[in-house]
């Protein structure tokens, strides 16, 4: 148990990654098209973010600052600034995503329209977000986020064919819509596990646990446990959709469709669950994206932050907190369906990785500011080759949006 408390910064950070609005269809649209035709890539994209979050957790450690306070500090305020503005971006409209998650399951639940529940949601994550302390935040959400295992749950009671699941995830290929879309989707899912707002919340969050060189055994703890968990969550809604949905080649686009699988195992009980599933990871998720927005900020500028501080201590930091919540919600009364906003936000996303995590690559190999600590050759050679990727998938984004139109 002391462990799994010890996990719970890196579950609610792989809630986020893994699991959030935009994902939860996602996942399951890609089960529907190519059963686990995709398993591999939420391999590598657990590996890469497992490598980068050590790393950034590392870093947070040893040096008591968190990532984005010495990538401005190492690389100089200009390239910084270019880093901070297209992570805001994408952040905030993420958490634009996320809120619109929470209304949609809301509006599940309820069957009052969805739009009314938007303000009802940020005005929730703020309130969580200003009054509770962080520890209880990310124990609270990042072990509620663990609800969502009633899908793997669920394999055990549908008529499951363990054997076209295992050869779907050992020799992956394209179906019907073809290498393109195969293509598409397999970066989406990768950037939705490796986004950059991840390792902000994950290092900041160590900073505001007062991470020193003695927690480092938490830390890789913290994030060996989460990540891959995260990561079998976003396995599980990928092989319930496959057995679903795949042998008939139907598609999805909504959250009650998400569920069906759980529904058809468990009935009305397995509805109930999972609405509360999805609840705990677009909260959870909405919770990382407006802290990972306004650490990026006020870590740029050198404000006070964070929930370790009272916020009359840290105006600036919950000023910019309170903005991004307000311009999620103004993005949400355009009426934009916030699924697609998030999968939007996945390529744009892609295209942004490497000015994210070149600079932790440089900072963890630093003595600087980490002394001893600094990566060992395996894992600058390994850091490396995840940088390889993430560069061909950032390059690949734009033009397989283009030539699949969103992947349709």
Not at 205 to 211: K, T, Y
Not at 213 to 224: E, G, I, W
Not at 327 to 337: A, I, K, Q, S, Y
Not at 366 to 383: K, M
Request: proline share 4%.
């Amino acid at each position: 148990m002391r462990k799994l408390l010890a996990a719970t910064l890196g579950i609610l950070s792989a809630v986020g990654g893994f699991v959030d609005i935009g994902d939860l269809v996602a996942a399951s649209q890609a089960g529907a098209r190519f059963g686990l035709g995709h398993a591999w890539v939420l391999l590598v994209g657990v590996v890469a973010i497992c490598l980068y979050a050590e790393m950034a957790g590392r870093i947070a450690a040893v040096s008591g600052r968190a990532v984005f306070d010495l990538v401005r500090e190492r690389l100089g305020p200009r390239v910084a600034l270019l880093n901070l503005v297209a992570s805001y971006l994408v952040t905030v409209l993420t958490l634009a995503a996320e809120l619109g998650g929470v209304a949609l399951v809301l509006h599940l639940a309820s069957g009052l329209p969805y739009l009314l529940w938007v303000p009802v949601a940020a005005v929730a994550v703020w309130l969580v977000l200003w009054r509770m302390r962080f520890q209880l935040m990310e124990r609270v959400f990042g072990l509620a986020g663990l609800t969502l295992v009633v899908f793997a749950v669920a394999l055990t009671r549908l008529p499951t064919d363990w054997g076209t699941l295992a050869r779907d995830a050992l020799t992956p290929g394209p179906s019907a819509s073809g290498w393109g879309v195969y293509w598409f989707i397999a970066v989406a899912l990768f950037a939705s596990t490796v986004s950059p707002y991840e390792v902000f919340f994950f290092s900041s969050g160590g900073v505001e646990e007062r991470w020193t060189a003695t927690d480092l055994a938490d830390a890789r703890t913290s994030v060996l446990v989460g990540f891959p968990i995260g990561g079998f969550l976003a396995l599980s809604l990928i092989a319930t959709a496959a057995v679903v949905y795949h042998p008939t080649g139907a598609s999805l686009t909504t959250l009650d469709e998400v569920a069906r699988p759980v529904v058809l195992a468990f009935g009305a009980a397995g509805l109930v669950v999972a609405v509360l599933a999805f609840f705990a990871v677009t909260f959870g998720a909405a919770l990382e994206t407006g802290l990972s927005a306004a650490y990026a900020v006020a870590q740029y500028f050198g404000w006070q932050w964070g929930k370790r501080v009272s916020p009359r201590e840290a105006a600036r930091f919950h000023s910019v907190l309170l903005l991004s919540v307000l311009l999620g919600v103004l993005v949400l009364m355009t009426t934009v369906d916030p699924v697609t906003l998030t999968e939007y936000m996945l390529i744009v996303s892609a295209v942004v990785l490497p000015m994210t995590y070149l600079p932790i690559l440089i900072v963890a190999n630093d003595r600087t500011y980490l002394g001893g600590q600094v990566n060992g050759r395996l894992t600058n050679l390994l850091g490396a080759l995840v940088l390889v990727v993430i560069v061909v998938a950032s390059v690949a984004a734009i033009p397989l949006a283009v030539v699949t139109r969103m992947g349709q």
